[in-house]
């Protein structure tokens, strides 16, 4: 059986959250950027208010507090949300977020989809296919293109963008907030007739 027949992206959710808990204590984080701290944040949250965690996860509407940058500052929340990749058994994260009316981002928002697989079900297509399934969902918010960013060394990832249509775009400096490091920015086109 393929990543696509038995992949699929859920809500966070309670009956999801065992699982979600169970990787971050195996040391996985998921964000890319924040890596550990993150770990530790989530399942302090967690602990102290399961329910307002898995409803934080999920804020087209950009309600919730600013979010804190890998240097400690802090930016405005963007509306998105996250899907889980769930097999049977949780895989990972992806997450979307946008500003309404332009595929514009601002500089503290290195894209508009990000993701992480646990180590232990990488290698099986799962990001390629968790990164194609939720394209419909960004071209629902009316965007003609999605941006995605990544390390010139991770080649997985870059995998992963081109597989799913991705063209570079350039070679960009992140933000010092970021490290001011050097990335690659993909664009993925979502409407035929549009030129990202």
Not at 111 to 133: C, D, F, M, N
């Given at each position: 059986m393929d990543a696509r027949a038995r992949l699929e992206l859920v809500w966070p959710s309670k009956s999801y959250l065992p699982g979600y808990v169970a990787a971050l204590?195996?040391?996985?984080?998921?964000?890319?950027?924040?890596?550990?701290?993150?770990?530790q944040e989530h399942l302090a949250r967690i602990q102290w208010d399961a329910a307002g965690f898995l409803a934080g996860l999920v804020d087209r509407d950009a309600a919730g507090p600013p979010i804190e940058l890998p240097d400690g500052s802090t930016a405005p929340r963007l509306p998105g949300y996250q899907r889980w990749l769930w097999d049977g058994e949780f895989c990972g994260v992806i997450g979307f977020r946008w500003q309404r009316g332009t595929e514009a981002l601002p500089p503290?928002?290195?894209?508009?989809?990000?993701?992480?697989?646990?180590?232990?079900?990488?290698?099986?297509?799962?990001?390629?296919?968790?990164?194609?399934?939720?394209?419909?969902?960004?071209r629902?918010?009316?965007?003609?293109?999605?941006?995605?960013?990544?390390?010139?060394?991770n080649g997985a990832s870059r995998h992963?963008?081109?597989?799913?249509?991705?063209?570079?775009?350039?070679?960009?400096?992140?933000?010092?907030?970021?490290?001011?490091?050097?990335?690659?920015?993909?664009h993925i086109r979502l409407d035929p007739d549009s030129a990202a």
């Open positions: 204590e195996q040391g996985w984080s998921p964000d890319n950027v924040r890596g550990a701290v993150v770990t503290y928002c290195l894209g508009h989809i990000g993701y992480s697989v646990v180590p232990w079900k990488r290698g099986r297509g799962y990001a390629t296919e968790a990164l194609r399934q939720i394209l419909p969902e960004a629902a918010e009316g965007l003609r293109y999605v941006e995605l960013s990544v390390e010139r060394g992963v963008i081109e597989a799913n249509g991705g063209v570079l775009v350039a070679e960009v400096v992140k933000p010092a907030a970021f490290g001011g490091a050097s990335s690659l920015r993909y």
